[in-house]
């Protein structure tokens, strides 16, 4: 009996490098540090944590249930700029410097989502990187 054929040895193509875009937005708060607030590739969309800073006057409010707020409204900004809207979010991140709040912030969480809200984690951390916030939110959308 004779042995088996060799198998053939096959070459994987190298992977061709995924095309990026990080547009630049008018309506989301400047980063604080380099990153980019949204990056784009292969129809998936990811913004950046989103801290609650207004967009033009540079304030933050006080209560993590205004925090939650303007947050999500930075992050809708962001994505109608890219003809997005909150139903096509498919996964969130939500970063609390007290889990306490996340009662709190699950109500005004809620208000933004239909009957089929993105799937999420939520996650308490220490600090955030400016005194006084006290939830970062980020968020990744598909095309």
């Given at each position: 009996m ?6 053939a040895?096959?070459?994987?193509p190298?992977?061709l ?5 990080t ?9 604080l ?11 998936l969309?990811?913004?950046s944590?989103q ?7 540079g304030e933050?409010?006080d209560?993590v ?20 809207t909150?139903?096509d979010?498919?996964k ?15 109500a005004?969480?809620?208000s933004?989502?239909?009957d089929?809200?993105?799937?999420r984690s ?10 006084g ?10 095309r």
């Amino acid at each position: 009996m004779s042995p088996a054929p060799a198998a053939a040895a096959t070459v994987s193509p190298r992977p061709l490098p995924v095309p990026k875009l990080t547009p630049k937005l008018e309506g989301a708060p400047p980063p604080l540090a380099p990153y980019s607030v949204v990056t784009e590739a292969q129809g998936l969309v990811f913004v950046s944590g989103q801290i609650a800073i207004h967009p033009t006057t540079g304030e933050t409010p006080d209560a993590v249930t205004d925090q939650t707020q303007l947050i999500l409204h930075n992050i809708g900004n962001i994505l109608g700029e890219l003809g997005l809207t909150y139903s096509d979010i498919v996964k969130t991140t939500v970063f609390l410097t007290d889990i306490r709040d996340f009662g709190a912030v699950n109500a005004v969480y809620a208000s933004f989502f239909d009957d089929e809200p993105p799937a999420r984690s939520a996650v308490g951390v220490a600090a955030l990187p400016l005194a006084g916030l006290k939830i970062e939110i980020e968020a990744i959308a598909a095309r």
